[in-house]
């Protein structure tokens, strides 16, 4: 079955950017029909959506968090990756990788495989 | 800002039937978006629990079953087990967000 697995570093300076990858296994991001997400827990708090990608390229950012998110695919790697710019205190959290599942369009959209989570703090 | 509103916490005694409420606006529920529900248990990822208002995916216990009317959707759990404490988070596409938004989350104690 296809299961999902996110890697990086632990800890990130301010000001630096977060970089996570998460790998695909069990299945192909290229073979279409999902788009893949990003999306946090800070530290005892509820779920904040990042963003998402499809296998193309096309992705959609939440507009909360302005132009620092920058999400990619690697399809050769059956893996997409997460660049966050600009890190604060305010970025440590729990991110998670997921896949989407839904309908044609956005609005039904939900989460239907997620990874393990990687924690990420930042501080110098 | 947009949000979709649970209780912080809920408790139940094992065998008895707990709801959770979801209470969004007409950016998000009340606009006829699809309410999921996700179920996270201590320390691990969460895990889908009701999509699509009502269905559950294969594997989760016909204890649950959701709904939705207006600008709000509950969950319910019955027949209430220990393995049943968990965070619980609704979740909706926003209009206003233009993407997905989750509840603050409900924590479930099983008495």
């Known amino acids: 079955q296809v299961q999902l697995q996110e890697s990086g570093p632990g800890l990130v300076k301010p000001s630096q950017t977060l970089s996570l990858t998460c790998t695909v296994s069990g299945g192909s991001i290229s073979s279409g029909g999902y788009f893949w997400s990003w999306i946090r827990q800070h530290p005892g708090k509820g779920l904040e959506w990042i963003g998402y990608i499809y296998y193309s390229g096309s992705t959609y950012n939440n507009p909360s968090l302005k132009s620092r998110p920058t999400i990619s695919v690697d399809t050769s790697k059956n893996q997409f990756s997460l660049k966050l710019s600009s890190v604060t205190a305010a970025d440590t959290a729990v991110y998670y990788c997921?896949?989407?599942?839904?309908?044609?369009?956005?609005?039904?959209?939900?989460?239907?495989?997620w990874g393990r989570g990687s924690l990420v703090t930042v501080s110098s | 800002q947009s949000v979709l509103t649970q209780p912080p916490s809920v408790s139940g005694a094992p065998g008895q039937r707990v709801t959770i409420s979801c209470t969004g606006s007409?950016?998000?529920?009340?606009?006829?978006?699809?309410v999921h529900w996700y179920q996270q248990l201590p320390g691990t990822a969460p895990k889908l629990l009701i999509y699509?208002?009502?269905n559950r995916p294969s594997g989760v216990p016909d204890r649950f079953s959701a709904s939705k009317s207006g600008t709000s959707a509950s969950l319910a759990i019955t027949g209430l087990q220990a393995e049943d404490e968990a965070d619980y988070y609704c979740?909706?596409?926003?209009?206003?967000?233009?993407?997905?938004?989750f509840g603050g989350g409900t924590k479930l104690t099983v008495l």
């Open positions: 979740q909706s596409y926003d209009s206003s967000l233009s993407g997905p938004l």
């Open positions: 007409s950016s998000n529920i009340g606009a006829g978006y699809d």
């Open positions: 997921a896949r989407v599942s839904g309908r044609g369009n956005p609005y039904d959209w939900y989460f239907d495989l």
């Open positions: 699509g208002n009502s």
